[in-house]
Nanobody, 126 residues
Framework: QVPLVESGGGLVQAGGSLKLSCAGS????????MGWFRQAPGKEREFVAA???????????DYADSVKGRFTISRDTANNTVNLLMNSLKPEDTAVYYC????????????????WGQGTQVTVSS
């Protein structure tokens, strides 16, 4: 298991930006495939973005169509964090955001990720 702790959520106006961080721990954390998911009230948890390390400073990333071009997922290996920079936020981005970890393969399906953080609320006002 990989302990995960999200931070950085909050209230922002439409068009604004937020940066979410997911802190992990353990010597093997950098080898995990990491994903960000979100869940709005009354809706199912949905994929947002994922990142997989291919080599030293080389990563493969995947994004949901709804956030492509607005959100950027990245890894900070020195600080054992995975970040989600969210720009041009829309009211429909309002949700609880979760980071999740898996040893593979990279997937958009939440049930492929065994380890989850507690979530952080993001609210975008119109």
């Amino acid at each position: 298991q990989v302990p995960l702790v999200e931070s950085g959520g909050g209230l922002v106006q439409a068009g604004g930006s937020l940066k979410l961080s997911c802190a992990g721990s353990g010597r093997t954390f950098s080898t995990y495939i990491m994903g960000w998911f979100r869940q709005a009230p009354g809706k199912e948890r949905e994929f947002v973005a994922a990142i997989r390390r291919l080599g030293i400073n080389i990563y493969y990333t995947d994004y949901a169509d709804s956030v492509k071009g607005r959100f950027t997922i990245s890894r900070d290996t020195a600080n054992n964090t995975v970040n989600l920079l969210m720009n041009s936020l829309k009211p429909e981005d309002t949700a609880v955001y979760y980071c999740a970890a898996t040893q593979g393969p990279l997937s958009r399906a939440p049930d492929r990720y065994p380890d989850w953080g507690q979530g952080t609320q993001v609210t975008v006002s119109s």
